[in-house]
């Protein structure tokens, strides 16, 4: 896609030393990872089994609907799963236990935060609009980090049954300064990620990073 579209420098989430992460009905190691074990993942084309990937390159997996995998763990259909929503907040409170945050792991690997999802602009819409709506969607969530309890009194009814506190905290670690812009922190942390992926294999081609 990256021919056809560019990366707008706001609207990303990206977690600074936390991230999706791989739970268990069992305490486990997460170099056991590779041993037969079959971990729940919310699809092969998130950022989350990327970084998956990149931790452990022959990692088998089935793929299961995202808002599922908490409890098909818990029923022991798979021997871990991969949270990319709300339940990295509240798997303890289902006997569930952490194999691994991805974002601790990244951040040791390479002392960058961890970019899981942003959002692209087409790039026959010309430099003019290209900026605009850039300018426009930063302004958006300029507004809403302005006017957070409002935000938060919105998104609490899409949140299955967190309260107010978890909700709150769960927003706070996805939607931040990062989100306003990439800056180069987060620039590099795109790029980094993204080489790393053609390195071990798992993207087929170099990805050229411009950011609107």
Not at 37 to 54: D, E, N, S, Y
Request: proline residues 4%; hydrophobic residues 40%; positive net charge.
């Amino acid at each position: 896609m990256a021919d056809k579209y560019a990366l707008l420098s706001c609207g990303a989430s990206m977690g600074k030393n936390y991230g999706p992460i791989v739970i268990s009905g069992k305490p486990m190691r997460a170099k056991s990872l590779a041993n037969n074990k079959i971990v729940a993942i919310p699809g092969t084309l998130t950022t989350a089994f990327l970084a998956l990937k990149l931790f452990e390159p022959n990692v088998q997996f089935k793929v299961v609907p995202f808002d599922q995998i908490l409890e098909d763990v818990q029923k022991g259909l798979y021997d871990a799963g991969l949270l990319i929503h709300e339940g990295q907040l509240t798997y303890r409170e289902m006997g569930l236990h952490k194999v691994l945050d991805l974002g601790e792991w990244w951040l040791k690997e390479t002392g960058l935060p961890l970019p899981l999802g942003g959002n692209v602009i087409k790039r026959d819409l010309g430099k003019k609009l290209m900026d605009r709506v850039a300018s426009d969607i930063k302004k958006s969530i300029q507004y809403g980090l302005d006017h957070r309890d409002e935000a938060i009194s919105y998104a609490i009814q899409f949140s299955r049954g967190l309260d107010l506190t978890d909700v709150d905290r769960f927003i706070g670690m996805y939607v931040n300064d990062l989100t306003l812009d990439y800056g180069s922190e987060g620039r590099q942390a795109v790029k980094k990620l993204l080489q790393e992926a053609y390195k071990k294999k798992i993207i087929p081609e170099k990805v050229p990073l411009e950011f609107v």
